[in-house]
């Protein structure tokens, strides 16, 4: 095979990768001739009869493919495509559309779509703001994808946490499609769905890193990168018109506690045969230098369990993060403590990694919560969910002296493995200064490390990749901004960065990209098992009742008559002390007498107007009184 830069040291070296493991990808090469996983052979819907294989042609400056009549055999890397399609040039343009993750850290989903095919990524949820009363959580509104059901050809997941795969529950009851993610992801994913009944209806398939799967026009490939979970990947997404690089949330951590460091050559391969787009993570992108590595993290835990032999220790962290668990166990073993999991998220992700063989658990070690009283506090460590003030979780629980099974004393030491996501600083202090109260000592300084990628391995994200357009995602606006700044300086220029919204529709070709419009997108909210039965409306109502209380107005007419049998009576909740208020009730009683009484006598029959003139006399009677707008809520009943 002619190398692409006729290096005969590099092909060498190319080689020796390549035979590592080469026996396994040629029996899985040859198991799987013709099958989803084979090299990627797909074409536009009217060039059936000329079918493209991705070719390595290198790209001019600025990275735009080009197009070429000559067609290569695929480079021999376990199936990878090497390029994109050639032949006649295509008229088609590849559309990509965020349906959510672009204005909040959360919800993130993104349609890549050209021809017939859709291809999803991620599908995650995010959790309720501040004013949103009673929701548990919020997902996107796919009713685009439901339109378009035809053409949706799967979900193609990167990695396993909440803002990534949370939402599957809930709209694969509407679009029931295959999903693809690696090991440990896919096991989380089938926790979800067991828990909602869909482990039967639905298709899940396992990809490996460096594996391709055929989705109608796309072919997709999954890149090895580094998070603060296992398992994660970036996408190369080859399409008709050129290829997109989806990082995922990733970091560039050179000596991972488990498996192999992010996958580097790869992307420098791909962005040698030409990146049309680089849809990078923006998280950090405020942020200077590198994210440091997650071993650092391991070390300050030795040194914790050192200075406090003596105490009990209890560490919250983010449940999903097995590569800080599995340091927290190692430190434990070291200090010959056992080891006790508490919180059901966090019990549900160790047990479903420890299954997977991603979580090494030392004989003897985990031991059950009801056990933790035969064993002095010396001995104990406690793993916990909390660690962002959740009112619910664990940590927050066991701070409010409310835990069935664990108490805080003064002697114990409780560290927080994690920094406060933006909006749950208060609740975080909430938690810790509740704990001092208890007597506790409460360590959350140098005891986390970001599983995101900073400025600088940004940078290094581009120069590698080299792509001729730049959308910076999954952030708020200031990170994707401050990432649109680093690609500035990096040499891509102004006009070809895009700051697309949710819901925009970009449009992508060999010459140009553009956005043309816009697609239904927004939140739907999820209260108990109400999926979208509670609306900006409702919301309203729950701010006005939190905010004001309500007031209940009751009386009884007379059918055919339409005199007054009883009332009005006045009932409050959540206003005023009605025993301390006795005037104003009684005044706000007569008002809304007078109001029933002037529509009686103005033969006024229709209820909604009764109803009106009560609510607005009261409401204008109560506001020049109190400065207050209690909900006021009419009642009429009628009797013969």
């Known amino acids: 095979m002619k190398s692409e830069n006729n290096d005969d040291n590099k092909n060498a070296e190319s080689r020796v990768q390549v035979s590592a493991g080469g026996a396994r990808r040629t029996a899985a090469r040859q198991k799987n001739a013709g099958s989803r996983t084979r090299q990627y052979r797909g074409g536009s819907k009217n060039r059936q009869d000329k079918p493209f294989r991705p070719t390595a042609k290198k790209t001019a400056a600025g990275g735009a493919v080009k197009n070429s009549r000559n067609t290569q055999k695929p480079a021999k890397t376990g199936g990878r495509p090497s390029g994109r399609k ?141 998070h603060s979970i296992q398992d994660a990947s970036a996408l190369a997404i080859y399409s008709p018109v050129g290829i997109v690089i989806h990082t995922g949330d990733f970091k560039v951590d050179y000596t991972p506690v488990f498996g192999d460091a992010i996958d580097l050559q790869r992307f420098a391969e791909i962005g040698k045969k030409g990146v049309l787009a680089l849809m990078c993570e923006s998280t950090n992108a405020e942020r200077p230098g590198f994210t440091m590595s997650e071993r650092t993290v391991g070390h300050v835990f030795d040194n914790l369990f050192n200075e406090y032999r003596t105490s009990r220790i209890i560490i919250a962290t983010f449940a999903s993060n097995v590569d800080r668990v599995q340091q927290i166990i190692n430190s434990a073993y070291k200090y010959g403590r056992k080891v006790v999991v508490e919180g059901r998220s966090m019990v549900n992700v160790i047990g479903t990694a420890s299954e997977l063989g991603y979580l ?113 995602v999954h952030g708020e606006f200031r990170h994707r901004k401050a990432q649109a700044e680093i690609a500035e300086s990096l040499g891509i220029p102004k006009d070809n960065i895009f700051m697309i919204q949710s819901g925009d ?7 140009s990209a553009l956005v043309t419009g816009q697609v239904t997108h927004g939140g739907i909210l999820v209260d108990g098992l109400g999926v979208g039965d509670v609306g900006n409306i409702v919301l309203r109502d729950r701010q006005n009742l939190s905010q004001d209380g309500i007031i209940i107005v009751v009386l009884t007419l007379e059918r055919y008559t339409n005199n007054l049998l009883a009332g009005p009576d006045i009932v409050s909740r959540g206003f005023v002390y009605i025993r301390e208020s006795e005037n104003l009730m009684i005044e706000a009683q007569q008002v809304v007498e007078d109001a029933v009484f002037d529509c009686l006598d103005h033969k006024i029959s229709d209820w909604s107007k009764i109803k009106n003139e009560i609510r607005d006399s009261l409401s204008n009677y109560l506001w020049k009184k109190m400065k207050r707008s209690p909900m006021i809520l009419p009642i009429i009943m009628e009797v013969e």
């Open 505 to 511: 529709v970009l449009e992508l070709s060999e010459e």
């Open 360 to 472: 090494n658990v030392p004989d003897n070690t985990l031991i059950d919560i009801d056990e933790m009283k035969n064993y002095p506090d010396e001995q104990m460590v406690l793993i916990t969910t909390g660690s962002q003030g959740e009112s619910m979780a664990a940590l927050s629980r066991m701070a409010a002296d409310v835990h069935r099974k664990v108490t805080i004393q003064p002697n114990d030491t409780i560290i927080f493995s994690s920094n406060p996501i933006p909006g749950n600083e208060k609740s975080v202090s909430k938690v810790i200064n509740e704990l001092c109260v208890l007597g506790a000592e409460v360590i959350y300084q140098d005891t986390h490390v970001s599983g995101h990628a900073c400025q600088e391995e940004i940078k290094l994200m581009y120069s590698l990749v080299r792509p001729k357009y730049s959308i910076p």
């Open 86 to 226: 050639t032949g006649r040039r295509t008229t088609s343009k590849l559309k990509i559309i965020p349906l959510g993750g672009l204005e909040q850290i959360g919800m993130n989903i993104t349609a890549f779509e050209y021809g017939d095919s859709i291809v999803v990524v991620d599908c995650g949820l995010s959790f309720p703001e501040d004013d949103m009363l009673g929701i548990d959580l919020v997902i996107p509104d796919v009713t685009y994808l439901k339109e378009n059901i035809s053409k949706v050809k799967g979900f193609v997941i990167t990695h396993g946490h909440e803002d990534h795969i949370g939402a599957l529950p809930y709209v694969l009851k509407e679009i029931n499609v295959p999903i693809y993610a690696t090991k440990l992801t896919l096991g989380l994913i089938r926790n979800k769905l067991k828990e909602h009944n869909l482990v039967r209806s639905t298709k899940l398939k396992e990809v490996k890193h460096g594996q391709v799967i055929n989705l109608g026009d796309f072919a997709v490939e999954f890149i090895k990168t580094n």
